[in-house]
């Protein structure tokens, strides 16, 4: 009697207290309720303006492309690397996708598809390169991606000469640029699928864990016989790709290249990511959390403009959410290795 | 020649000027539990670090079964049936325990999503919690939470159930029981027995001589990156292995010079039998 009594007490006890480290451990429940209030808040004071089709429309085509580069950002970091180049390396694909389809005649389908493929190619080769010299090399990732965000800007420019490039064939602008299906534009329904696949690459498959097992220990996923230099060329490899991809959605919504437009793509990307609960000392992050991260920006920025709060100040907001991400993910650690 | 199932001969490691192995030599037979004594700093962890894959040796060589083999990554000593508890345990803090004792070898879906790489989680828990269970129900109770968020013990709990269920022929376990309570403590050694008695080999690293002298078969000392000694922990004692691993007993040197020194040759010469050849 008494030792059943004893055993039913223990029990409640370990099961709250791994309720609250599992409560602790998921701030991306949190910053999620934060979007939905802001929606609700904006929603609430103007819902013709806010709520209506378009503007939702609006702030999901806005945040298409960054959402694209922050899906592969959030494996670079869950990895504990960082990927700096991720803009330069849109704008690089854009270019390069340009060249081909203006060297293929600027019009028709395979002329489209094979400027996709050219972009998303030249994106592959940078991260790549990103992954052989951080993996192998052993530079740091932010030294190796610092080198590569000036190197594929710089050869963007060289290839244009700073100018901006047109002649995106119009089966691309009109497709992947404002088409849309059942409402939905392509550009959204693109990032839609790119993001699906990572949420269950990143949760589900063995890809995905060992991108975790490299970010919390790499030594001890290579004793456990995980190819750790392989893996990461792989995961910067598939940020580069998503770069490429990112590259030629800009392209069909400009029917333009955007040299000057994505100097500060990484920043926002990588905001994104921290502010959805990934640690920036890896092994710890979801994609939805990404997806959380890369629309609070957006749902702020819109919802000031509607309620004709001066812009900037959206910035400031999202700097304050992105610290307190960081604060957060330090209080978590430390009550976890408390525990 | 010896019936060693693993034997290095004349291991030399260097980290830059430091020589953590000079000539170092070791064996263990199947079936067997070789305890590797030796003071802090003699080479052990580094000894264990080159026979698991994870270093690679300056000199010497290893054998395995007979033949010369290069164990040039963790897989491929896993591929050996080697396993090995590491000092500092070598988990991933922000993987489950389940996920650790699968990490490398994940176990897939059956079928179109499993070949798309899709993880059978739940089948590894399973597994998990069978592994975990030979080591008391107290030690993991949840195979679910991060490794991070486990006591000391229970993490090396975790680094020994993962190696001991892994192994087919060789299992270190470099210091499994620094962190453990008393009664975890024997349920190692206990987990030792069980798997020695399935015909595995054991090699135990531990500073605690009551628990070398518990459950080894042969004691080999390492002192300053060599192999001074072997005893029989029957017919020695305590003070010749204090002896041998802070060089008070100076003969125990002539066993570097003596690579072919195998385990019969030092079990019909008895304890400390290589200063007498
Ligand atoms: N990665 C390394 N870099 C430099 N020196 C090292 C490294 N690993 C080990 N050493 C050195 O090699 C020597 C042997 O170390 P090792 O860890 O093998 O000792 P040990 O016998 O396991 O000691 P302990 O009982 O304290 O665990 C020490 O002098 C140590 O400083
Ligand atoms: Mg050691």
């Known amino acids: 009697m008494s030792a059943a009594t004893g055993s039913d007490r223990t029990q409640p006890v370990t099961e709250s207290r791994a309720r609250r480290l599992r409560f602790l451990t998921d701030s991306t429940a949190l910053i999620f309720l934060v979007l939905l209030a802001l929606v609700a808040v904006f929603a609430l004071v103007r819902p013709d303006a806010f709520a209506s089709v378009n503007n939702v429309r609006n702030i999901f085509i806005g945040a298409a492309t960054l959402l694209v580069i922050a899906v592969g950002m959030t494996f670079v970091i869950v990895s504990a690397g960082i990927d700096l180049s991720v803009g330069s390396v849109l704008v690089f694909s854009s270019v390069i996708s340009i060249k081909v389809m203006t060297a293929l005649g600027n019009q028709g389908w395979p002329v489209a598809i094979a400027g996709v493929a050219a972009g998303m190619a030249a994106g592959l080769a940078w991260g790549l390169l990103n992954g052989v010299l951080i993996a192998k090399a052993r530079i740091p990732a932010l030294i190796v991606t610092l080198g590569t965000l000036g190197a594929a800007l710089g050869l963007a420019q060289i290839i244009t000469g700073g100018v901006n490039l047109r002649g995106v064939p119009v089966e691309l602008t009109e497709a992947l640029g404002f088409g849309r299906v059942a409402g939905i534009p392509w550009l959204v329904v693109v990032a839609a699928v790119v993001t699906a696949i990572g949420i269950v690459v990143l949760r589900f498959t063995r890809f995905g864990r060992y991108t975790y097992a490299v970010g919390s220990n790499p030594e001890a996923a290579r004793r456990a016989g995980v190819k750790v230099e392989r893996h990461l060329i792989k995961v910067y490899a598939l940020t580069g790709m998503l770069s490429g991809l990112a590259g030629v959605m800009s392209l069909a919504r400009f029917s333009s290249t955007n040299i000057g437009g994505h100097l500060t793509d990484n920043l926002q990307a990588i905001a994104a990511v921290v502010i959805g609960g990934t640690s920036l000392f890896g092994g710890i992050g979801t994609v939805f959390g990404t997806v959380v991260g890369v629309f609070i920006p957006s749902v702020l920025q819109n919802g000031f403009v509607i309620l004709r709060v001066q812009p900037f100040w959206q910035e400031v907001a999202v700097g304050v959410v992105l610290i307190a991400a960081v604060y957060i993910d330090q209080i978590k650690r430390r009550a976890r290795e408390r525990l | ?277």
């Open chain 2, 1 to 277: 020649m010896s019936a060693a199932l693993l034997e290095a001969r004349g291991i030399v490691k260097n980290y830059g000027h430091v020589q953590a192995l000079r000539g170092a030599d070791f064996s263990v037979e199947a079936g067997k539990v070789v305890a590797m004594v030796g003071d802090n700093g003699a080479g052990k962890s580094t000894l264990v670090k080159v026979l698991s894959g994870i270093e690679q040796p300056d000199g010497g060589e290893i054998r395995f079964e007979g033949q010369p083999v290069a164990l040039a990554s963790a897989a491929r000593a896993h591929a050996l049936g080697i396993e090995t508890v590491y000092q500092d345990l070598a988990l991933a803090p922000d993987l489950d325990p389940a996920a650790n004792l699968f990490l490398g070898r994940e176990l897939l879906r059956d079928g179109v999503l499993g070949r798309l790489g899709f993880l059978d989680n739940k089948r590894m828990q399973q597994r998990a919690e069978e592994a975990f269970a030979d080591l008391g129900q107290t030690t993991v109770q949840q195979v679910t939470v991060p490794v991070a968020s486990l006591s000391g013990g229970q993490r090396q709990s975790v680094a020994v159930a993962r190696a001991s269920a892994w192994a087919s022929k060789v299992v270190f376990m470099d210091e499994p029981t620094a962190a453990l309570g008393v009664v975890q403590a024997s349920k190692v050694l206990d987990l030792i027995r069980r798997v020695r008695d399935q015909g595995i080999a054991v090699v135990l690293i531990s500073h605690s001589m009551p628990q070398v002298f518990d459950v080894a078969d042969r004691i080999e000392v390492l002192r300053l990156g060599q192999r001074v000694a072997r005893f029989d922990p029957h017919e020695a004692d305590m003070a010749d292995i204090v002896g041998a691993m802070t060089g008070a007993l100076e003969h125990g040197e002539a066993s570097t010079a003596e690579p072919g020194g195998s385990s019969e040759q030092a079990r019909q010469r008895g304890p400390s039998g290589q200063e007498d050849a």
